[in-house]
């Protein structure tokens, strides 16, 4: 039980209680608490489940992964408890993202909360990318022309979705279509879901419910893994220009209404 013993202490540090005030919360003593930390005899079921409760954290996680390299933004809100949520730093303390590679994309939908298969990921650091937590994902078809197929995208977590921006691009995972990567209109307020569109008109958009939307990461950069045509350049260029246009056109229609 070496790892529930590191996990009370880390926890109870981030909350920055000391054994005492965190035994009041639990309704325990003080003693136990010391006890638990030092690994001299293990909680009990009513504990854990106390424990759980309190810091909001499932028990699985409290007795099966180490906690103590996590900070509070380590942790996403789902439902009334929170769900650990790897953040990786190396040596010198700096974030690192996970890169999902081609071949793993189909399970992610599957593993997507499991501490265990996020850590197994490959990892890189990008010292440029803004603050947030940030995890590259790789892009397939010509859905969203002129993003190649082959290319990764790298997002930031979003977690609360006042922040989603309509005419933005977001990797979304989907109960019901997996992993995609599109523009996206906002209509939570109107209708409770979100349109997904395409850049490549020949593909029609639709809405998923946004209850239905496990993660979401706001596109921050690109990496491509095939040099660009002077062809596909000049078609990119005209593309571009007239996706600009169509949003401004969108703004321009809402603002007249």
């Given at each position: 039980m070496i790892i529930i013993a590191k996990n009370i202490k880390h926890l109870r540090s981030l909350k920055k209680l000391s054994q005492?005030?965190?035994?009041?919360?639990l309704s325990i003593t003080r003693s136990r608490i010391g006890s638990y930390e030092?690994?001299?005899?293990a909680p009990t079921i009513e504990v854990l489940?106390?424990?759980?409760?309190?810091?909001?954290?499932?028990?699985?996680?409290l007795l099966r992964n180490d906690l103590t390299k996590s900070k509070d933004s380590s942790f996403i809100e789902i439902g009334n408890q929170r769900v650990l949520f790897p953040?990786?730093?190396?040596?010198?303390?700096?974030?690192?993202?996970?890169?999902?590679?081609?071949k793993a994309s189909a399970g992610y939908l599957a593993g997507?909360?499991?501490?265990?298969?996020?850590?197994?990921?490959q990892k890189i650091k990008l010292p440029f990318l803004p603050t947030g937590k940030h995890r590259a994902f790789p892009i397939k078809g010509d859905s969203m022309l002129p993003m190649k197929d082959g290319s990764f995208v790298i997002g930031r977590f979003?977690?609360?979705?006042?922040?989603?921006k309509t005419g933005k691009t977001y990797v979304l995972v989907t109960l019901n279509d997996g992993m995609v990567y599109k523009r996206v209109m906002n209509n939570i307020d109107l209708n409770g879901s979100l349109l997904l569109i395409s850049d490549n008109k020949l593909y029609h958009g639709y809405s998923v419910p946004i209850n239905e939307v496990l993660e979401l990461w706001e596109f921050t950069c690109s990496i491509n893994?095939?040099?660009?045509s002077e062809e596909e350049l000049k078609i990119s260029s005209?593309?571009?220009?007239?996706?600009?246009?169509?949003?401004?056109?969108?703004?321009?229609e809402k603002h007249l209404k």
């Open positions: 005492e005030a965190l035994a009041e919360e030092e690994n001299r005899s489940i106390k424990l759980s409760d309190y810091f909001k954290i499932p028990i699985d996680i953040i990786t730093v190396d040596d010198n303390n700096d974030n690192l993202i996970e890169v999902v590679p081609v997507y909360d499991d501490p265990e298969y996020i850590e197994q990921l979003i977690e609360d979705r006042q922040e989603i893994t095939q040099e660009y005209i593309l571009s220009m007239f996706n600009d246009l169509g949003v401004e056109l969108k703004a321009l």
